[in-house]
């Protein structure tokens, strides 16, 4: 069956240092692949979109990569704030899949001043 | 800015009680979703709506039960409210076409006793 696994151990870091979260899946082709940040008690909110053609996509201080052949997706903040601490998801998504998307259950960021 | 809006934010019911949950989104969407979200859990899709009329259960539908007969609202039925349904519950929508961003709503903390 199709698996998305983020880090459930939440990460610390400390502000102004990078953070990487990892997004591995399985069973899957996804054609892209989607990143969301959701504060507590509050919705998701969209921030990136990669494609499978594309190693790499960057969103001021976001960076998202793609690696196909891993089956994985890293998701780094540059110059981490306070205000970037928040759950983030990955989400998979292929033409196979249909209309909805599945989530991976997220990594907690703490990001420490 | 898209906006989806949630009939609640809070709502306590008894079990055996019949609950709806409205979803209501701005922005001319075909796709519709529900998920509801559980600590360890993640976000997991109840059902979802391609179209008006439209609906196919998600990984989790059983005691639910969905309506949608306008394009811009989409509802989740609790047939006989029981304690395991007690959850956070969000709705999402997207424009049709596989890849597009999903915009949720703030979601309805839900408490059945």
């Known amino acids: 069956s199709q698996k998305i696994e983020q880090n459930s151990e939440a990460l610390n870091i400390q502000e102004g240092k990078t953070a990487t979260l990892t997004c591995n899946y399985t069973?899957?082709?996804?054609?892209?692949l989607q990143w969301y940040r959701q504060d507590p008690g509050r919705g998701p909110v969209f921030l990136l979109l990669i494609r499978e053609n594309e190693k790499e996509k960057r969103k001021e201080r976001l960076k998202v990569t793609f690696d196909t052949t891993l089956k994985q997706s890293l998701f780094h903040i540059t110059a981490s704030q306070p205000a970037d601490s928040a759950t983030y998801l990955c989400a998979p998504g292929n033409s196979n899949s249909g209309y909805a998307l599945n989530f991976g259950k997220g990594t907690s960021l703490l990001v420490t001043p | 800015d898209v906006k989806v809006t949630q009939s609640s934010r809070y709502l306590v019911k008894r079990t055996g009680e019949k609950v709806f949950l409205e979803c209501v989104q701005d922005m001319d969407h075909e796709n519709m979703f529900w998920y509801r979200q559980d600590p360890g859990l993640g976000l997991r899709l109840i059902y979802f709506?391609?179209?008006?009329?439209?609906?196919e259960k998600g990984d989790i539908p059983e005691g639910y039960s969905v309506s949608r007969e306008k394009k811009e609202r989409f509802s989740l039925i609790l047939e006989s409210a029981s304690t395991n349904q007690t959850s956070m519950y969000l709705c999402a929508s997207r424009f049709s076409g596989r890849g597009g961003e999903q915009f949720f709503g703030p979601g309805t903390r839900l408490t059945v006793l």
């Open positions: 709506s391609y179209d008006v009329k439209m609906k």
């Open positions: 069973n899957y082709s996804p054609a892209y």
